[in-house]
């Protein structure tokens, strides 16, 4: 191992879901020392609880059906996509049968600038809010939200988005290698916010995507690492950053062997930013994501740590995550606080109302996943509050399943009605109702979606970003 490697995993616990089998399975859940099961790697030889065992069992299984139906999900998805724009390319269903019988059906094409994602189907907002302007406190949450939600559409449609609507310089949209998967499954865009009062480039995550079974993988992946003096780490998050086989992250890759077929994502950033704040003294730069895309952008910087990347550290504005899950264990948080607070570098981890991502891996004795930092939690009124922990922080409580259906109720309500008390920027489509709907059958599915996180941001208060625990703290 290399420089970096020795110090990065001292120890780890691995699972390899395509080696499984059966009777593996079996034995995951009949023998206490899983280190000796098939399909698990661990650097630990110690007898494991009922409980956790059950915990892996799951895991594995989950990934397993994950690969199993990845091509069948990934066609469901594109099907369900291409129908929604087909509708739209024609206006409405009476019209796109009318076109049909006139043989002048519009076809929508997957890779222009209005072709719309799933998720961008929930929330067809593209402007940014016109009266949150730089120097109010909710301007970078906001403009990072957008980018969060952009960065889930294709890359015709982020770059219009962001050079016509937003008026902001359009650095470039990739995908990068997942080492682990043996594809590119990670996305990322970057953009320059320049101004008069100051020079911002951002870093936008792509989150998990309903229908791709690579990225929902990476979520239920509960492979670990541990580092020297930091702590353990979600390994699902860490191989789709940048980590490479088997379990090494060198601060250069220099030996052409060792490169992958295409960039990794810590990597071809870092160089990236190294680069543009190179040209630029005054320039600094914020991270943000939604949902895996925030637990990429929080530890992006815990890598840039390790690697004692000074100038990156020193330029870093802020982290914006929304919908974010946990990323790892209590000394992982403890040391993520320090180090930020020493750089000075704001973390602001957003939740609304009873979203099931934040509250997920469980965060208990067994699992050992933790949050950190102060999060920023809105109810279902879009009323902001400064707290530790988000309520009901694992979500899955028998008492607070009917507060939760109540709450959806509310949502979809909401839904009718909030376009005339806020204006049609706040309409909300057949496509999200729908979604809405199912909030009443899995209180939390509905609560993740991003346009909560927009209305959010823009309608909750600004006080929130301006509290002395940040102000002094950090």
């Known amino acids: 191992m290399g420089e970096f490697d020795q110090g990065f995993s001292c120890s780890y616990m691995l699972l390899k879901p395509e080696e499984v089998k059966f009777a593996d399975l079996v034995r995951i859940l009949i023998y206490s020392d899983i280190a000796k099961r098939g399909g698990v790697d661990s650097s630990e030889a110690r007898e494991e609880s009922f409980r956790y065992r059950w915990i892996i069992f799951i895991s594995i299984v989950v990934q397993k059906f994950l690969l199993f139906v990845a091509k069948p999900l990934a066609f469901t998805g594109s099907g369900i996509e291409f129908l929604v724009n087909l509708l739209s390319c024609n206006r409405n269903p009476g019209v796109l049968l009318l076109n049909m019988i006139r043989g002048r059906m519009v076809k929508p094409d997957k890779e222009s600038a209005t072709f719309i994602s799933f998720?961008?189907?929930?929330?067809?907002?593209?402007?940014?809010?016109?009266?949150?302007?730089?120097?109010?406190a909710r301007y970078f949450a906001t403009l990072s939200m957008m980018a969060s939600k952009a960065v889930y559409e294709n890359r015709a449609y982020i770059e219009t988005t962001v050079k016509d609507h937003w008026k902001m310089d359009y650095l470039g949209f990739y995908d990068y290698w997942n080492d682990y998967q043996g594809k590119a499954t990670t996305q990322a865009f970057v953009l320059y916010d320049k101004s008069v009062e100051h020079d911002t480039i951002i870093v936008s995550f792509r989150g998990t995507e309903p229908f791709d079974a690579d990225a929902w993988c990476s979520d239920f992946d509960l492979s670990w690492y541990e580092i020297n003096g930091v702590g353990k780490i979600h390994?699902?998050?860490?191989?789709?950053?940048?980590?490479?086989?088997?379990?090494?992250?060198?601060?250069?890759?220099?030996?052409?062997?060792?490169?992958?077929?295409?960039?990794?994502?810590?990597?071809?950033?870092?160089?990236?930013?190294?680069?543009?704040?190179?040209?630029?003294?005054?320039?600094?730069?914020?991270?943000t994501g939604h949902s895996l895309g925030g637990a990429l952008a929080i530890l992006f910087p815990a890598i840039?740590?390790?690697h004692q990347e000074k100038l990156l550290l020193e330029r870093l504005e802020g982290i914006y995550t929304y919908g974010q899950p946990r990323v790892g264990d209590e000394k992982f948080g403890e040391f993520m606080e320090m180090k930020l607070k020493e750089h000075k570098v704001k973390y602001f981890r957003f939740v609304y109302s009873n979203d099931i991502v934040p509250r997920l891996p469980y965060d208990d004795s067994d699992l050992?996943?933790?949050?950190?930092?102060?999060?920023?939690?809105?109810?279902?009124?879009?009323?902001?509050?400064?707290?530790?922990?988000?309520?009901n922080k694992n979500y899955f409580s028998p008492l607070k399943v009917i507060p939760m259906i109540m709450t959806a109720f509310l949502e979809l309500i909401r839904s009718f009605t909030i376009i005339h008390k806020m204006g049609p920027e706040y309409r909300e489509g057949w496509f999200l109702?729908?979604?809405?709907?199912?909030?009443?059958?899995?209180?939390?599915?509905?609560?993740?979606?991003?346009?909560?996180?927009?209305?959010?941001?823009?309608?909750?208060?600004?006080?929130?970003f301006l509290s002395p625990s940040f102000d002094e703290d950090v």
């Open 433 to 464: 109702k729908m979604f809405r709907v199912i909030g009443l059958v899995m209180p939390g599915i509905s609560a993740h979606s991003t346009q909560d996180y927009v209305n959010a941001t823009r309608l909750g208060s600004s006080d929130v």
């Open 368 to 391: 050992m996943f933790k949050h950190f930092g102060t999060c920023i939690y809105y109810n279902h009124r879009y009323e902001a509050k400064v707290v530790p922990e988000q309520p």
């Open 304 to 306: 840039l740590i390790q």
């Open 119 to 136: 998720i961008g189907n929930l929330d067809k907002r593209v402007k940014l809010d016109s009266g949150i302007k730089h120097g109010d």
């Open 235 to 287: 390994g699902g998050f860490m191989k789709a950053l940048g980590l490479q086989k088997p379990g090494v992250w060198p601060k250069e890759i220099n030996d052409p062997e060792d490169k992958p077929p295409e960039p990794l994502a810590y990597y071809a950033i870092r160089d990236m930013l190294v680069d543009q704040l190179r040209k630029n003294d005054r320039a600094k730069y914020i991270l």
